[in-house]
């Protein structure tokens, strides 16, 4: 008997290890989505929506705006569902004949339960087609906006469980009780490379963890369809854009090891041009809110814990208990936006550096297989929210990371 309780007690202890790197274990994310209010029909930002909402706006946009998007189906993913694409530009004759136009690859929704990702991702989409003031940055780019790459995962997160991460592949070897691979550990640049079985954030051989990285390089019809698409662009695509979270960061390869890339020196300015850009706008919405703040917003400072290279950071002695925090997800409190962090900067650096090692991801395959210069990762606003930010934030966190893209776009059209 005392032999059995050791034995308890260890896998207790396990599973609890297991559960602070991987949250696959946490039983309460199969109950979040009846306590979240439904999702709208019709395509709105104060919401967020199921697959067929969003391609059905795409499609209907692409109607109404027949001279600037196109929308373009490049795979199916493990269920059979349509990996879609949106190619947004100003068709030009005349630009034509001095050749293919340059363009910008634009992911989201590689992680199911991230769903701040697709919701800005189709902010930009939407700003970028209806808005006139971008014209001009149309004539001289494509876009190539891949709102939803995990389109099974992200299905099950609105009907089964809210933090599912993987998408929705079957493993014979776990006799169907592990479904799922991680897509951005799937990527066949570094794939598995350097892993340690007792840390799997890099990446993992084991089937039940969330950040399992699959049988094989690009196993996955989802990875597949995105290295045939941007391979098949490559010579025409200047930036890769990847959008995730949570966490404030933007974040340049290489993400597999702390080595630099050659031009780290330009990557990192690159991202600085984006980080101010979405600072400013960032400061503007606040100078506008300012004029009707209370003052008991302003004293609160509540960041994500984080593992920082600089020991001076901001970041330290920052946690704050989580205990009230799954209330504020379903009501609208006036103290919001310190929990959030959608109003705070963003860190710039490489992953090891400023989160952890990822192994196999999109971003590194981009930079390093595809061969694209200007390649950065995004980790959105979650703050003490974590992957379940409320819908009132998207639309400042689009119109940040909008004058985030324009800036981009500046910079490498001056290069």
Known sequence: MKLLNQLIVVLVGLLLGISMVDPTLFIGRYIINWLAPPSSDSMSWDS????DTIY???????????????????????????????RIGNRNSRRRQLGPKRAIFIEGGIHAREWISPATVTYIMRDLVTNPRNDDMLDQYDFFI??????????????????????????????GLCRGVDLNRNFGFKWADDIFI????????????????????????????VRNFVMGKRDRIDAYLAFHSFGNKILYP????????????????????AQTAIAKEAGLRRFSDSLSDEDLVKSYKVEQQSRRSDPDSHYENSFVPISNSFRRIFTNTELDDPFSQTEQGYDVGQAPETLYRVAGASDDW??????????????????????????????????????????MVGHIASR
């Open 254 to 273: 290489w993400g597999h090891t702390k080595e630099k890339v050659r031009d780290w020196r330009e990557l990192k300015a690159f991202a600085d041009v």
């Open 56 to 86: 059905t706006w795409m499609d209907n946009l692409a109607k109404r705006y027949p001279q600037k998007l196109r929308i373009q189906t490049i795979g199916q993913s493990v269920e059979g569902r349509d990996i879609k694409v949106a």
């Open 146 to 175: 891949l709102p939803v790459v995990n389109p099974d995962g992200y299905e099950y997160t609105h009907t089964t469980d809210r933090l599912w991460r993987k998408n929705r592949a079957g493993n014979p070897l776990t006799l």
């Open 366 to 407: 981009a930079r390093g297989a595809a061969g694209i210069k200007w390649v950065l990762l995004f980790e959105l606003p979650g703050g003490l929210y974590g992957f379940l930010l409320p819908p009132r934030y998207i639309n400042s966190v689009g119109k940040s990371i909008m004058a985030g893209v324009e800036a």
């Open 48 to 51: 967020y929506h199921r697959l």
């Open 198 to 225: 007792l840390d799997p954030r890099p990446a993992s051989p084991i089937p039940c963890l969330d950040t399992y990285h699959g049988p094989s390089a690009f196993s996955e019809p989802e990875t597949q369809a």
